[in-house]
């Protein structure tokens, strides 16, 4: 099946801080998502993004499907930031990579 | 705003029991999905459904079955719960028949099983 690859696994930031994240695919995808898992465990949806840019804010995402790969761009950050961040791709079902955790400091 | 509902955050239940998860969404979406997240593993499909009253097995169906009677509720039920089955359960949506749209996750149920 289609491996999914983060990067880095672990981050610790300064507040204040830009970052970015990354998620490579093996294969092609008709969907990808990036999530943030706050400390309760909510997934909360960030980005729809199977290909291009989008941003929201401080965060963008930039998917480029040709190069089965995906990169979350965190600026500015804020401890509120602080969680897990999650990618995933479907190719015939959805495939979660297993996580970059953010840390990020006061 | 899409809302994703399960019944709830916390259940501690005993090694045989027999326990239903529920999730509710509110947007009229055609599919749903119930996932296990574990340390290591990352999140895994159990079951999807995508239709009322349709349902296909995902990666991990062994010790699970599910139920969707209507449109807005999926349910997972646990016919006699296992300590390996102590796990945060998280149930999602997604608004067309087609595969590879957007997916909306519910709060989770972190389940204990005793």
């Known amino acids: 099946g289609i491996q999914v690859e983060q990067s880095p696994p672990d981050l610790i930031l300064q507040e204040g801080a830009n970052s970015t994240l990354r998620c490579n695919f093996s294969?092609?995808?008709?969907?990808l998502q990036w999530f943030h898992q706050n400390p309760w465990g909510q997934l909360i949806n960030l980005f729809y993004?199977?290909?291009g840019t989008k941003q929201n804010g401080r965060l963008s995402a930039t998917t480029v499907a040709t190069e089965r790969y995906s990169l979350l761009y965190i600026s500015s950050s804020q401890t509120t930031d602080s969680g897990v961040y999650f990618c995933?791709?479907?190719?015939?079902?959805?495939?979660f990579g297993a996580g970059t955790r953010l840390t990020v400091k006061p | 705003d899409v809302k994703v509902t399960q019944s709830s955050r916390y259940l501690v239940k005993r090694t045989g029991e027999k326990v239903f998860l529920e999730c509710v969404q509110d947007?009229?979406?055609?599919?749903m999905f119930w996932y296990r997240q574990d340390p290591g593993l990352g999140l895994r499909l159990i079951y999807f459904?995508?239709?009322?009253?349709?349902?296909e097995k995902g990666d991990i169906p062994e010790g699970y079955s599910v139920s969707r009677e209507k449109k807005e509720r999926f349910s997972l039920i646990l016919e006699s719960a296992s300590t390996n089955q102590t796990s945060m359960y998280l149930c999602?949506?997604?608004?067309?028949?087609?595969?590879?749209?957007?997916?909306?996750f519910g709060p989770g149920t972190r389940l204990t099983v005793l």
């Open positions: 999602a949506s997604s608004r067309s028949g087609a595969r590879g749209d957007e997916q909306f």
């Open positions: 294969d092609s995808v008709n969907n």
């Open positions: 993004i199977p290909s």
């Open positions: 995933a791709v479907e190719h015939n079902d959805m495939r």
């Open positions: 947007m009229d979406h055609e599919n």
């Open positions: 459904s995508y239709d009322v009253k349709m349902k």
